[in-house]
């Protein structure tokens, strides 16, 4: 860029743009930064579940058979509902982002709302699935008993020994490695839903936000809060999208 | 108060003049001065970390465990461990002189996310406040590695409480991070090109890739601890079916990025100080550049180093091993372009200089020793023992520190305005490499004649090497209380620093007042020249545009 070029860029920038920081130049700078900034903590985000996918993996590679038997336990039909109400929650946050971005904060918050509504959904769901666990004693900790896992797949016990069909293992064992597929399953699920807790909180902020700007009929609010809440939302549900499947559905073979 | 002394015309308005109350600067969202505070915080925690270090040394003065108790001796260096890596040399440079000068270097007004920025800071403090009181309250005895199964299952004490601590900061130096990246991508002032850059915002963007891409890892395996240690989850318990390697594969995954968190940082402050005090453009600007990211890409393939002996197989330790060499290649190209810019420059030896010299030596042996332990046959009989503990602390050390003393040394005038007195520094900097000579090169031998890390107590014929050790400690602890005295010192009686005091080239130094103004610059500056022109004296870095005739209506077409 030349000195006369960039002289002229400088001096067009600044003009009226109430949400327009002032460490920035122009509102395209500041839009680009809140992109590259949410991209880039999404990364981090990639990570930090990474972790665990990544050790989820090792283990169920080798405690196959009794990750799978523990998997039995779960509700394929609670998950995909789960699953199905997430989708739509990406659907309703997209049309609001939509909404956002076309200035109508009316229907923007109206569909905020309808992202809430799902959310929450998910979220009682997720209540009754944790305390039916509760119930049989899966909860990871001092009291976990593999008594329902051994009681739902008709494994036979004899002299302490567990039948998995292809080998036996050590009730004590067989304990062990059951409890870790659910420290696993209630950590991912259990961090997921806490994603999912903080998304809710942010968008009940948007919407009280989208409810003012309605009242006030603000000609031109930033919607870039809500494409950001977007991003992070759609982000919250691609990690669903993989723990439906390695919990819930994977089998053995 | 605050609006007298600027309509007055007596004193310019500052980033420390504008306002003055306590709140002002604890809400504080101008990046200099979230600068200065995190400067405060690690300052405090270096203190702190030096205080068990002194502890060490004093018991490992005597071949007896006489002064410690081994119980007491294992938290000492955890403390030690924990505060001075997590609390003082991730943060340190990054976050206090990143802060401050790394947006007057791309000319702009401000970081990308000056909130994000304060909360990270925030998040710094609380960590290190958890952590501090963890430790002191009974103290934990795991070492700064956490290394399981002792940590999740037998550890007694504030394990938890230290992990929340760590966590906490973690997420700092992600976010601090985070508005690195964003920084230099978008907040370049126009004509700021990629390759026109210091090479100290080059660094910074490499270490900024590994906090973001690494810390996340190490945060949620330090979860893992902390629920395994509620719960008894067993992940990492062999008793349950866990796998205590594994902890060690993700905490090695991040933490041996992490001490290129810890160089990266110092590298870009010796590629600002060489080329200042050398008068002469970096030699070889691009490879310099470059091997910043090709570290911290590379660093991220090499953590399988830390576990040759601990039950890896032995093909990944071949490729462990091969990959941990490639790391010397561009930490070599930095340190041979460092020497060729020095070489026919004119060199000036001011303090920083000087600093930035015992960088070199000290980073180059602590390098050469990485490769001893790079390679698996010698790495067999060093593991463990004192040769580690050496090089990590050359380079960790002698490298990280003296970078942050070099830093603190190039820029205080800017940050203060105020001059240290130049022959009390250049002594300073002479008692930290001759004292950190003294105390880390016969570690070196110790370790090779086998003396294990982590224990009080040794055996007699190791007593003149220790005794020597704890004497060299004596003479470093000396080289930083020196600055400690004379910096403050020159807050009040240093003489007044003028615009650019060094003669260096720079928007920080050209433009930016000394007491920098609240936004750095009159106007957003215009960059026409690359960074370090020192062959083309009379051409400036940058320049301010003309300013615009303000148009009423606000239209802009046309």
Redesign the interface.
């Known amino acids: ?1 030349s ?1 006369k070029e ?2 002229l ?4 920038a600044r ?2 743009v109430p949400h327009l ?5 122009t509102i395209e ?1 500041q839009n ?2 809140y992109t ?2 949410m991209w ?2 999404i ?3 990639v ?6 996918f ?2 989820y993996a ?2 169920r590679f ?2 196959l058979y009794e990750f799978v038997a523990a998997h039995h336990t779960l509700s394929v039909p609670f998950g995909t509902l789960n699953t199905f109400v997430l989708l739509v929650s990406s659907y309703t946050m997209a049309r609001a982002v939509r909404a956002a971005m076309q200035q109508k904060h009316h229907k923007q918050l109206k569909y905020l709302l309808w992202t809430i509504f799902f959310a929450s959904i998910f979220m009682v769901n997720k209540y009754f699935e944790y305390s039916s666990k509760y119930h049989h004693n899966l909860i ?3 009291s976990y008993s593999a008594e329902e896992v051994i009681h739902h797949n008709h494994l036979k016990v004899e002299n302490g020994m567990v039948d998995l069909g292809a080998r036996k293992v050590p009730l004590e ?1 067989f304990e ?2 059951t ?2 597929f659910f ?2 399953y209630f ?1 991912m699920t259990g961090l997921h839903g806490l994603h999912v807790l903080v998304g809710i909180i942010i968008l009940a902020i948007l919407a009280v936000r989208a409810g003012m700007d309605w009242k006030r009929k603000v000609p031109h609010a930033d919607y870039m809060p809500v494409e950001m809440t977007g991003l992070y939302w759609h982000f919250v549900d691609i990690v669903w999208i993989f723990l439906f499947p390695l919990l819930y559905l994977m089998g053995g073979q | 108060m605050a609006t007298t002394t600027i309509h007055s015309g007596q004193e310019r308005v500052n980033y420390l003049n504008v306002r003055t109350s306590v709140a002002s600067w604890l809400l504080t969202l101008d990046h200099k001065r979230i600068g200065i505070l995190y400067l405060l915080g690690i300052t405090f925690f270096f203190f702190l970390g030096s205080l068990a270090a002194a502890a060490i040394r004093l018991e490992l003065s005597t071949p007896k465990g006489d002064l410690l108790s081994s119980d007491t001796y294992n938290k000492m260096f955890t403390i030690h461990g924990v505060l001075m890596i997590f609390f003082f040399l991730i943060p340190s440079i990054p976050a206090a002189f990143g802060n401050f000068v790394l947006p007057m270097m791309i000319g ?7 909130r ?1 920025n304060l909360l990270s800071w925030y998040f710094f403090m609380i960590g290190g406040v958890l952590a501090t009181i963890a430790l002191l309250k009974g103290g934990i005895d795991t070492g700064w590695t956490f290394y399981t199964p002792y940590s999740s299952a037998f550890a007694k004490g504030e394990v938890s409480l230290a992990i929340v601590g760590v966590f906490l900061v973690g997420f700092s130096s ?1 976010f601090t ?3 690195f ?2 920084t230099v ?3 370049r002032a ?2 700021m090109t990629w390759f026109r850059l210091p090479l100290f915002v080059w660094a910074i963007y490499a270490t900024s890739l590994i906090q ?6 190490v ?3 330090l979860l ?1 601890v902390a ?1 395994e240690r509620s ?5 990492f318990d062999p ?5 205590p390697i ?1 902890f060690q594969h ?1 905490f090695w ?1 991040y933490s041996h990025p992490a001490v290129y968190i810890m160089i990266l940082p110092a590298m870009g402050v010796i590629s600002e100080v060489i080329a200042t005090f050398s008068r002469r453009r970096v030699f070889g600007y691009h490879f310099v550049a470059f091997s910043s990211l090709a570290i911290a890409i590379i660093g991220f393939l090499v953590w399988g180093h830390h576990m040759f002996s601990t039950g890896q197989s032995i093909y990944a330790g071949l490729v462990f091993s091969f990959l941990t060499f490639l790391v010397a290649i561009p930490s070599a190209i930095k340190t041979f372009n460092w020497m060729a810019t020095i070489w026919k420059g004119r060199v000036h030896w001011d303090a920083p200089m000087i600093y930035a010299l015992g960088f070199l030596g000290l980073f180059v042996i602590g390098g050469l020793t990485g490769l001893h332990l790079a390679s698996l046959a010698t790495n067999v009989h060093l593991t463990d023992t004192y040769f580690v503990v050496a090089h990590f602390h050359y380079v960790m050390v002698g490298g990280a520190i003296m970078g942050y003393l070099a830093a603190l040394h190039y820029w205080w005038p800017k940050m203060t305005g105020k001059m240290y007195p130049q022959s009390w520094a250049k002594l300073a900097a002479l008692l930290v490499f001759v004292g950190f000579n003294l105390t880390f090169f016969p570690q070196f031998i110790l370790g090779y004649m086998g003396m294990p890390r982590r224990y009080h107590s040794y055996p007699e014929e190791w007593w003149a090497l220790n005794l020597l050790s704890s004497a060299g400690a004596s003479v470093l602890a000396l080289g930083y209380l020196l600055p400690a005295i004379y910096l403050v010192w020159s807050l009040k009686y240093g003489t007044a620093a003028g615009k650019n005091p060094w003669g260096a080239r720079g928007l920080e130094w050209e433009l930016v007042d000394t007491l920098p103004s609240p ?1 750095n610059f009159e ?2 500056p ?1 960059v ?1 020249r690359p960074a370090y022109d020192y062959a083309h004296p009379e051409e400036p870095t940058a ?1 301010y ?2 300013p ?1 005739p303000v148009f009423a209506g ?1 239209g ?1 077409d046309g």
């Not at chain 2, 719960?231 to 992940?235: D, F, K, T």
């Open positions: 860029m000195v960039a002289e860029h400088l001096g067009e003009h009226e920081g002032e460490q920035y130049e700078q680009d930064a590259i900034g880039a903590f990364v981090q985000e990570l930090f579940f990474g972790g665990l990544a050790s090792i283990y080798k405690y990871p900790n001092q064992e062990g490695r409890k870790l420290s696993f950590i | 702009a007004r401000d970081v990308a996310f000056p994000l992600i991070g985070i508005n990246l964003v991508h978008k907040m126009p004509g973001v891409l690494g810390t996340p890892v945060a949620i395996t893992l629920v719960l008894g989850i067993g992940i008793n349950r079916g866990g796998d594994l993700l995954f936004h106007r957003t215009i026409t320049i545009p003309a615009r606000g802009k």
